[in-house]
């Protein structure tokens, strides 16, 4: 199954840490990667790789993987990362792309 | 810096088609693959496809073969998705995005976003 499930919110108050899980078949075997969406804009790639931050995304967010789920955890949570949140990777097959349905991160 | 601009906003009869581009500047276009992503109102992302520079590489998602074409023109480092036979579910915003490795490889995330091109379907 190329399926990838997440929690459809969360909420957390400022300073707290968010955890936002992602669970699929194939996460063993492929790669995991997490997007930001605010509204009306296009996503940003926040970690690729199951855990590798690109340059210029806070070092606040970070990623894990363990068997068929991975993390992106948000540590110091501030107003500005209320946003929807959207895990992504490959079949097992390595022949398509997949999204989770996404989770919407709310900011007490 | 390294940008993705995407046509306008589109309205469109059902049966119809329409065709989206994407104009990448600020890399070397033949550098990477670029995927085509879709966003109903309120609804989460939907993968569509994904193509080299030329579009003489490209995969559909299963759910859209025969009804998407995806296409590039090196000249001008363009590439255009064309939907046709639309329906109201079409109705949806239309990304396309950078794959971030480096080809040949691709399926290696998404790091560049073209702004967004709003398609409505609607009689």
């Known amino acids: 199954s190329s399926e990838l499930t997440q929690p459809p919110s969360v909420s957390v108050s400022p300073g707290q840490t968010a955890r936002i899980t992602c669970s699929g078949d194939?996460?063993?075997?492929?790669?995991s990667y997490w997007y930001q969406q605010r509204p009306g804009q296009a996503p940003v790639l926040m970690i690729f790789?199951?855990?590798e931050r690109p340059s210029g995304i806070p070092e606040r967010f970070s990623g894990s993987s363990s068997g068929t789920a991975v993390t992106l955890t948000i540590s110091g949570v501030q107003a500005e990362d209320e946003a929807d949140y959207y895990c992504?990777?490959?079949?097992?097959?390595?022949?398509?792309?997949?999204f989770g349905g996404g989770t919407r991160l709310t900011v007490l | 810096q390294v940008r993705l601009v995407q046509s306008g906003t589109e309205l469109r009869k059902p049966g119809a088609s329409v065709k989206v581009s994407c104009k990448a500047s600020g890399y070397t276009f033949s550098d990477y693959y670029i995927h085509w992503v879709r966003q109903a109102p309120g609804q989460g992302l939907e993968w569509m496809g994904i193509m080299n520079s030329s579009g003489g590489r490209k995969t559909y998602a299963q759910k859209f073969q025969g009804r998407v074409t995806m296409t590039g023109d090196t000249s001008t480092s363009t590439v255009y998705l064309e939907v046709s036979s639309l329906r109201s579910e079409d109705t949806a915003v239309y990304y396309c995005?950078?794959?971030?490795?480096?080809?040949?490889?691709?399926?290696?995330?998404?790091?560049?976003w073209g702004q967004g091109t709003t398609v409505t379907v609607s009689s």
């Open positions: 790789k199951d855990n």
């Open positions: 194939a996460l063993p075997k492929q790669y």
């Open positions: 995005a950078r794959d971030r490795a480096l080809a040949p490889l691709f399926f290696g995330g998404m790091d560049v």
């Open positions: 992504q990777s490959v079949d097992s097959g390595g022949n398509s792309v997949t």
